[in-house]
């Protein structure tokens, strides 16, 4: 079987654009050679030395592309354009759409992935072009294709209701943390927190900072928190600035926290266990996510977490973390409080975080998702 897979979303950048679907693009694509079969994949993607080692692997070709892809309307129209002339050159039995739209002009069997449907969900909180695109893109190729994958049941239950999918035609397939991701020793930790300028106590929230990730309701749990008596800590806004950070800015200033909050910027992976273990409390008030995989990775470094209750982030952290509101900044602050101020709290929650983490696995997710292609192509 000749399995075509658009990865034209992989990125080595240090922004934004190498978070989120990028991780979980580059997982698969390690995993999906090591599921046992006769699958032959192709994998068009960017040009860089990263992609290249990425995808130098057994039963896997790639196709990387040295247009700038970085650019959407370049990506864009290789491809609606470029792409299919590519599958039937190449007799594709099979297009893996691995971010959300395939080309309108294939007209061979395809599988496609969605991360979520803030898009449509909150598209107030979205760039418009981005929204526009795949606002209108996106509903017709999930209608279009013999399967839709999602990241989580909360996301395959918004592919049926709002794009009127069949529910037999998405399968919801979760994510993990992998290997690097467990408690860094005591030693490692100290000479991280010199090393970054970091106290002993912090609250961590990793990610990127636009307005879906709902960091102003953190920063304003934290300002009630500081107002309380509870400043022996900091707050770090870890992550790459994304569309719209301006006011989480405005309201550190507004608010007189300056001195109390950092900003790392972009975290690389290599260093992210290490951001993790060291925390006291991690915290993620996400509105609306796919998965929420930052929650994963910090329930398996040991890190005790405080997240919201929304879309699919009770999925992940199931009764190893607390769950608030994302929007009740003072239910946040009490949860933040309770976590900071009870050490036996945070010790059950550290090691509850790491059984749940451990029973997902990145093997399993390429496992499922091969059995997908098979269902397709009735093998």
């Known amino acids: 079987m000749r399995i075509a897979l658009n990865a034209q979303l992989l990125s080595s950048a240090a922004s934004y654009r190498a978070a989120g679907i990028n991780r979980v693009l580059q997982h698969v694509l390690a995993e999906l050679p090591n599921v046992a079969g006769d699958e032959q994949y192709l994998v068009y993607a960017p040009y860089s030395d990263a992609n290249r080692r990425l995808l130098a692997r057994p039963r896997m070709r790639s196709r990387l592309n040295r247009l700038p892809m970085n650019r959407p309307p370049v990506r864009i129209a290789w491809e609606q354009s470029v792409l299919p002339l590519e599958l039937v050159r190449e007799r594709a ?18 599988v496609v992935t969605v991360y979520d449907l803030s898009f ?11 929204r526009l695109y795949l606002g209108t893109f996106t509903p017709p190729s999930l209608r279009r294709a013999e399967r839709v994958i999602t990241i989580s049941e909360d996301a395959r ?31 490692d930790v100290e000479a991280f927190r010199r090393r970054q300028g970091l106290p002993e106590r912090f609250v961590l929230y990793q990610g990127t900072l636009q307005p879906r990730k709902n960091v102003e309701t953190l920063v304003r749990a934290y300002a009630l928190l500081r107002s309380q008596g509870n400043d022996d800590h900091i707050l770090v806004l870890a992550g790459p600035r994304g569309w719209q950070h301006e006011p989480i ?9 300056e001195g109390a ?21 991690f915290a993620f008030p996400s509105r609306y996510e ?23 982030l009770p999925e992940v952290v199931g009764d190893a973390g607390l769950l608030v509101d994302p929007s009740d900044a003072e239910g946040l602050s009490g949860s933040l409080r309770r976590l900071l101020d009870d050490e036996a709290l945070r010790s059950s929650l550290s090691a509850a975080g790491r059984a749940r983490a ?22």
């Open 93 to 110: 039995d099979l297009l893996h759409a691995l971010a959300f739209v395939s080309p309108l002009a294939w007209r061979g069997k395809s």
């Open 120 to 130: 449509l969900r909150f598209p107030e909180v979205y760039n418009r072009s981005n």
């Open 157 to 187: 239950r918004d592919v049926i209701e709002l794009c009127g999918v069949a529910p037999e035609r998405v399968t919801a397939i979760l994510l993990a943390a992998d290997a690097r991701f467990a408690p860094a020793g005591a030693a």
């Open 249 to 257: 800015f405005d309201l550190i200033r507004q608010l007189g926290l």
């Open 261 to 281: 909050v950092m900003f790392p910027g972009f975290v690389p992976d290599d260093d992210l266990p290490l951001w993790y273990s060291s925390a006291t409390v």
């Open 290 to 312: 796919g998965f929420g995989l930052p929650l994963l990775e910090a329930m398996a470094c040991g890190t005790p977490v405080v997240s919201s209750n929304a879309s699919s």
């Open 358 to 379: 451990q029973t997902f696995s990145w093997r399993r997710t390429a496992s499922e998702t091969v059995q997908v292609y098979r269902e397709v192509l009735g093998s």
